[in-house]
């Protein structure tokens, strides 16, 4: 079947161009005008991965993050403007997996769809028993097969993005990882995206665990260098 994807811009231009383009690569694609009718439309219709723009009318991409965000992991792509730094540090810190910078090469955005869809069918494909382990570290509980995260014994609700680079970091506990290195765990080596999206996904992974338990401290900071899971 068809990936179907989200497109949300109050954008005319932008929508029929890039429908277009990802309609002749095969995906199904659904378009709203601004936040809240594409908050009405994927809660009643759920999509595989949604392409969002930052500021529309009535309800902007970040609050309609945030709502998603309670009801579906579900990869996100943001697209802001040239000069928004700031919003996309913000998206990333909110559970955006990626963003693109208007204007963009519509080449670039499927190549982007198409690896966070992959990422995704991984995730959730059920491999044979025994293929992919559970990883137990401590308290913390990893199941790649049913993309599953518990810490203390309670859940930890993680985007694809948060779960691949945990995953890098949690199958080998005080080893460094470097920023590039989590990049092509979570990403694929064929895409490149900056030092500040990684280090978002970092503090959103904190944030969550945080929100569990206070005193989690496993994701080590090792500045210069790059990132470790506790050992021991």
């Known amino acids: 079947m068809a990936h179907t994807i989200a497109l949300v811009d109050d954008d005319q231009n932008i929508i029929t161009s890039v429908q277009i383009a990802l309609e002749a690569e095969g995906f199904e694609v659904r378009t709203y005008g601004d936040g809240e009718e594409a908050l009405q439309g994927i809660s009643q219709r759920p999509v595989d991965l949604a392409v969002l723009d930052i ?14 965000r309670k009801k579906t992991a579900m990869p996100v792509i943001f697209l802001t403007s040239k000069d928004d730094e700031v919003d996309e540090v913000l998206g990333l810190r909110m559970g955006a997996d990626d963003y693109i910078t208007k204007p963009f090469s519509q080449r670039l955005l499927i190549e982007r769809i198409r690896a966070l869809l992959r990422r995704q069918d991984l995730a959730q494909e059920t491999t044979e028993p025994g293929k992919e382990n559970v990883i137990v570290r401590g308290e913390l509980v990893l199941d790649p097969r049913r993309h599953m995260c518990t810490w203390k014994g309670g859940p930890v609700n993680l985007t694809v993005t948060e779960f691949l680079i945990l995953k890098a970091l949690a199958q080998r506990p ?3 990882k470097n920023r590039d290195q989590l990049m092509d765990a979570a990403y694929g080596e064929s895409i490149y995206v900056d030092d500040r999206t990684i280090d978002s ?17 496993e994701i080590e ?12």
Not at 201 to 217: E, P, T
Not at 221 to 232: K, S
């Open 55 to 68: 500021k529309m009318p009535r309800m902007d991409g970040m609050e309609l993050l945030s709502k998603l």
């Open 174 to 176: 005080g080893h460094v």
């Open 201 to 217: 996904h970092i503090k959103r992974l904190r944030k969550k665990f945080k929100q569990v338990d206070d005193d989690f401290q």
């Open 221 to 232: 900071t090792l500045y210069g260098v790059g990132y470790r899971y506790r050992e021991g």
